[in-house]
């Protein structure tokens, strides 16, 4: 990359770094480009070589955001038993969450009308879905009913503390449960499917 790229790349991060902090003081709606632009010293009309609308600039942040959760996927410490595993993989996403609201609410949850991430970016949670299902399959979740309830119950729980507890862990001391009661529901599950008779 020559050094032409290398400072247009640059720019590019502090304008999505930029995007994230006004996110995070007034919520992912409340800002506009001009803002973003005043933000970084540059001249609105400027910013639109970098990003040429908002949904563009959302595009960057929502594959900038998933960069950083598979990187902190990537730095977690594996467990030698699955169920283990499974527990810590639960509170690497919920303290990741929880960490920063506005990015939950971007990366999780349709909380811009409108947008919809690129394919290159969406292919990024495609890859963060990939490992949290491996990761459901070693504890012996197979079908994709349950990996819906896990997703489902994980979110739940994120969203409960973001809403209603934001600067304590009430939601928090929730997730060992979680993880019990739903690794108990389908082993349960499994064990009267295995009991049932076999049709020859």
Known sequence: MDRRSERHESTKREI??????????RGLAAWSLRDVAEAVGMRAPSLYVYFDSKGALYDAMFADGYRAFLARIEATPPEQDARAMLGRAAHVF???CVADPARYQLLFQRTVP????SPASYALAGTALDLLVDVLRD????????????????????????????SGDRWAQLVDDAVEIFLGAVASRNRSRDAQPRVK
């Open 139 to 166: 504890a012996g979740v197979a079908e994709q009913r349950e990996v819906d309830l896990w997703t489902a119950v994980l979110t739940g729980l994120t969203s409960q503390q973001i809403s209603n507890d934001p």
């Open 94 to 96: 919920f303290d990741f």
């Open 16 to 25: 999505v770094h930029a995007a994230w902090a006004l996110a995070a003081e």
């Open 114 to 117: 409108g947008f919809v991430p």
